[in-house]
């Protein structure tokens, strides 16, 4: 299982990733070793979570919504 999550950033920015362990991931965000986007951004919160059986799925999806305006994504998180 794969997980698409979003996270607002201190600055108010939105970060979209992918992984299929969400636990360690948000703990390696969290120690500044998952990305340098987010190590200046710190602390962030979780805003939206989705589930995919594969990576692929989710990697499309990824794509989908990294496309999209932040107004569209404060969309999507709004639900």
């Given at each position: 299982?794969y ?11 939105l ?11 948000m703990?390696?965000?969290k120690?500044?070793?998952?990305s ?8 962030f ?8 059986p594969d990576?692929s799925?989710a990697?499309?999806r ?5 496309s999209?305006?932040?107004?569209e ?7």
């Amino acid at each position: 299982m794969y997980f698409l999550y979003i996270l607002q950033c201190s600055d108010n920015t939105l970060y979209t990733g992918i992984t299929n362990n969400l636990e360690n991931r948000m703990k390696t965000h969290k120690e500044g070793k998952g990305s340098k986007y987010l190590r200046g951004r710190m602390p962030f919160v979780v805003v939206h979570i989705e589930e995919f059986p594969d990576r692929s799925s989710a990697s499309k999806r990824e794509f989908e919504i990294k496309s999209y305006s932040k107004i569209e994504k404060l969309k999507l998180i709004s639900h």
